[in-house]
């Protein structure tokens, strides 16, 4: 996903595991920011802290919470292993996926001198909002779900993707779209996500050489979503693409439906959730997504991490949960390297995740120059709500 407009939440909820900075008496503080081993190297004392900044309260705290289940799960097993040589922690921080609220979210994280690497944040806007703040920080960011296709070109110096951009998603939905429509309505909220997914559609739909037409309905003012229904229904087209987020969408998909929409309906990855299938309900049956994201519960991949995260929460794992664990388990092995090789700071741990070639759950993840992924790798999937339930279809380039 993910580029979130101003939240109606009024409040910060800042929820933090407060990181203890609690190490040997060898321990010095490192300008580089962070712990530096001394002469003795690190003891199993030492603390070092992954912060997690994302939506955990709010109308889109259930992405949050998938992600940072994924984070805690993959902590609590590097430290249950016992061989780190020091233990881990887990900082949240609450910013509402809202770009507002960021900064205050990535201060919390920041101030703490044991974090060595963030997963997050979340949202594409909150990401544009405190990239920098975390580079000046020297903090690494491995991002799970924020898609936007440009902020790789943001200068951010720590940062990390590990999925398919919108850039590789919003074409490969498109190509598969050209195959089902003749004419296409596409829906932008306006956010940043939701315009940079919805050019991404637009740009392949022409030179798919299928008509398209371009709508906006604001996600921040848009009350009610019977007007751009109408518009919709009476444009012409065969199918939808609706670029914005899950509690919008739920509102959308009914508008649809009571104002006789019959053709296909489409989303990206902010509408995959089950805020959507629970708001929306009968009407968002036969919706598809795409998302260059992982169904955990039936790759073979994680089948043992979908048997622990479910063990450990009660619930499956969902949208985003296994990036994040991917993500996570990627600043662990870059604080393991780091020890090694005789100083964990804040920037010999960003050096170690430039360097990452990970076999994950979800894919093979290096990282190019720019943080993100190389182009072609990774895999857009594609999804529906069958009966209230996402269920994966598979490589969307592999579906007719």
Same mark, same amino acid.
């Given at each position: 996903?993910?580029?979130? !407009?101003?939240?109606?939440?009024?409040?910060?909820? %800042?929820?933090?595991?407060?990181?203890?900075?609690?190490?040997?008496?060898?321990?010095?503080?490192?300008?580089?920011?962070?712990?530096?081993?001394?002469?003795?190297?690190?003891?199993?004392?030492?603390?070092?802290?992954?912060?997690?900044?994302?939506?955990?309260? =709010?109308?889109?705290?259930?992405?949050?919470?998938?992600?940072?289940?994924? %984070?805690?799960?993959?902590?609590?097993?590097?430290?249950?292993?016992?061989?780190?040589?020091?233990?881990?922690?887990?900082? &949240?921080?609450?910013?509402? @996926?809202?770009?507002?609220? /960021? !900064?205050?979210?990535?201060?919390?994280?920041?101030?703490?001198?044991?974090?060595?690497? %963030? #997963?997050?944040?979340?949202?594409?806007?909150?990401?544009?909002?405190?990239?920098? &703040?975390?580079?000046?920080? =020297?903090?690494?960011?491995?991002?799970?779900?924020?898609?936007?296709?440009?902020?790789?070109?943001?200068?951010?110096?720590?940062?990390?993707?590990?999925?398919?951009?919108?850039?590789?998603?919003?074409?490969?939905?498109?190509?598969?779209?050209?195959?089902?429509?003749?004419?296409?309505?596409?829906?932008?909220?306006?956010?940043?996500? @939701?315009?940079?997914? /919805?050019?991404? $559609?637009?740009?392949?739909?022409?030179?798919?050489?299928?008509?398209?037409?371009?709508?906006?309905?604001?996600?921040?003012?848009?009350?009610?979503?019977?007007?751009?229904?109408?518009?919709?229904?009476?444009?012409?087209?065969?199918?939808?693409?609706?670029?914005?987020?899950?509690?919008? =969408?739920?509102? *959308?998909?009914?508008?649809?439906?009571?104002?006789?929409?019959?053709?296909?309906?489409?989303?990206?990855?902010?509408?995959?959730?089950?805020? *959507?299938?629970?708001?929306?309900?009968?009407?968002?049956?036969?919706?598809? *997504?795409?998302? =260059?994201?992982?169904?955990?519960?039936?790759? !073979?991949?994680?089948?043992?991490?979908?048997?622990?995260?479910?063990?450990?929460?009660?619930?499956?794992?969902?949208?985003?949960?296994?990036?994040?664990?991917?993500?996570?388990?990627?600043?662990?092995?870059?604080?393991?390297?780091?020890?090694?090789?005789?100083? $964990?700071?804040?920037?010999?741990?960003?050096?170690?995740?430039?360097?990452?070639?990970?076999?994950?759950?979800?894919?093979?993840?290096? *990282?190019?120059?720019?943080?993100?992924?190389?182009?072609?790798?990774?895999?857009?999937?594609?999804?529906?709500?069958?009966?209230?339930?996402? #269920?994966?279809?598979?490589?969307?380039?592999?579906?007719?």
């Amino acid at each position: 996903m993910r580029t979130r !407009p101003l939240a109606k939440v009024a409040v910060l909820g %800042v929820v933090g595991a407060l990181a203890l900075a609690g190490c040997g008496n060898s321990d010095t503080k490192d300008t580089g920011g962070g712990l530096k081993s001394g002469s003795g190297g690190n003891s199993s004392s030492q603390t070092y802290t992954i912060g997690f900044e994302g939506p955990l309260s =709010g109308d889109n705290a259930q992405l949050g919470i998938n992600e940072v289940n994924g %984070v805690q799960l993959a902590i609590d097993q590097a430290n249950k292993a016992g061989d780190l040589g020091f233990t881990l922690k887990l900082l &949240k921080s609450d910013d509402v @996926g809202d770009p507002s609220k /960021a !900064p205050a979210a990535e201060a919390l994280i920041a101030q703490d001198a044991s974090v060595m690497g %963030v #997963v997050g944040p979340s949202f594409s806007g909150a990401t544009e909002a405190v990239g920098q &703040k975390y580079g000046a920080a =020297g903090i690494s960011m491995v991002n799970p779900s924020a898609s936007n296709g440009t902020i790789q070109t943001l200068g951010f110096p720590t940062w990390h993707r590990i999925f398919p951009n919108d850039y590789a998603e919003g074409p490969a939905a498109a190509d598969w779209l050209a195959k089902k429509a003749k004419k296409v309505i596409v829906v932008s909220d306006l956010s940043a996500y @939701g315009d940079g997914v /919805a050019k991404a $559609v637009i740009a392949e739909l022409k030179k798919d050489k299928i008509p398209v037409i371009s709508q906006g309905a604001d996600a921040t003012n848009t009350k009610d979503y019977g007007p751009i229904a109408q518009t919709v229904t009476q444009s012409g087209a065969d199918a939808l693409f609706y670029a914005g987020y899950d509690a919008q =969408g739920a509102q *959308f998909a009914k508008a649809l439906v009571a104002s006789g929409f019959k053709g296909l309906r489409m989303s990206g990855n902010g509408v995959k959730s089950s805020v *959507f299938t629970d708001g929306a309900k009968a009407a968002g049956e036969g919706w598809y *997504f795409s998302c =260059g994201c992982q169904d955990a519960t039936v790759a !073979p991949s994680a089948t043992q991490f979908t048997a622990d995260y479910t063990a450990e929460f009660n619930t499956p794992p969902s949208t985003y949960s296994p990036e994040a664990f991917d993500a996570t388990n990627i600043l662990i092995n870059a604080i393991k390297a780091a020890k090694a090789a005789g100083s $964990v700071t804040r920037a010999t741990v960003n050096d170690q995740v430039n360097k990452t070639d990970f076999q994950g759950i979800t894919a093979h993840i290096t *990282f190019g120059a720019d943080g993100d992924i190389p182009p072609g790798s990774g895999t857009v999937n594609l999804f529906q709500d069958k009966n209230g339930k996402i #269920v994966s279809l598979g490589d969307i380039t592999k579906q007719n």
